[in-house]
Structure formats: structure tokens, C-alpha cells
């Protein structure tokens, strides 16, 4: 199983970027996933996930109504649009996946992206 993150990068406050996680060895429409990040000096933070169909998502309070978790099962994809992003943002971000439904512990899932960094400058 290998889930490879990637679309991190330097932008400025209020910018917009789109991460993508791509799934191989897993069928994705069997597995709710979820992005994560964690800031330097700071503990892992639950982003949001997405269920196994696409049809329901999970947001952390910090990313309610800027971010948005959409999948692509066909492609074996799934992607995090994060919009008007503060500086507060900065973090590593990485996908993650299980059977089963959302979780916003990371400590329940088994699959892990190698994470890919989004730095917003003020």
C-alpha cells in the first residue's frame, strides 16, 4: 500500500492550494480517507476525510468552510482545496486511509502518505 501526497508549496495569505493523494495497492472506494497535518513543535491535527463513497466528509474546526475533502474513486485519488489559507496553515500535510468510516484519529489509521509541505507567508 503506498498513498503519495503531493500539490504543497509556498503561497501567500488568502491564497488557494489543492493537494492531491494518490492511492496504489488499495482500492480507494473501500477506505475513507482523511488529510492530517502537523505544524514544527505542534501535535498531528485532523484536516478532514472523506468516506468510502464520497458521499459524506468530516472537517477539524480549523478547516470548516475553507477547506473541502472530495475523491475521485475511478482514479484512486483524493484531494484537500484549501482556500483563504492563513499563516497558520504551515504544516506538513498528509493523506491517510482506512476501512471503515471517518476517524479523526490518526492513531486509527494504517496508511499514511509521506506528507508534503504547504508553507503560507503573511
Known amino acids: 500500500v503506498q498513498l503519495q501526497a503531493s500539490g504543497g508549496g509556498l503561497v501567500q495569505a488568502g491564497g488557494s492550494l489543492r493537494l492531491s493523494c494518490a492511492a496504489s495497492?488499495?482500492?480507494?472506494?473501500?477506505?475513507?480517507a482523511s488529510w492530517f497535518r502537523q505544524a514544527p513543535g505542534k501535535g498531528r491535527e485532523f484536516v478532514g476525510g472523506i468516506n468510502w463513497s464520497g458521499g459524506s466528509t468530516e472537517y477539524g474546526d480549523s478547516a470548516k468552510g475553507r477547506f473541502t475533502v472530495d475523491k475521485d474513486n475511478a482514479k484512486n485519488m483524493v484531494y484537500l482545496q484549501m482556500n483563504s489559507l492563513k499563516p497558520e496553515d504551515t504544516a506538513v500535510y498528509y493523506c491517510?486511509?482506512?476501512?471503515?468510516?471517518?476517524?479523526?484519529?490518526?492513531?486509527?489509521?494504517?496508511?499514511w502518505g509521506q506528507g508534503t509541505q504547504v508553507t503560507v507567508s503573511s
Open positions: 491517510a486511509a482506512r476501512k471503515g468510516p471517518i476517524r479523526t484519529s490518526g492513531d486509527l489509521y494504517d496508511n
Open positions: 495497492g488499495i482500492t480507494f472506494s473501500r477506505y475513507a
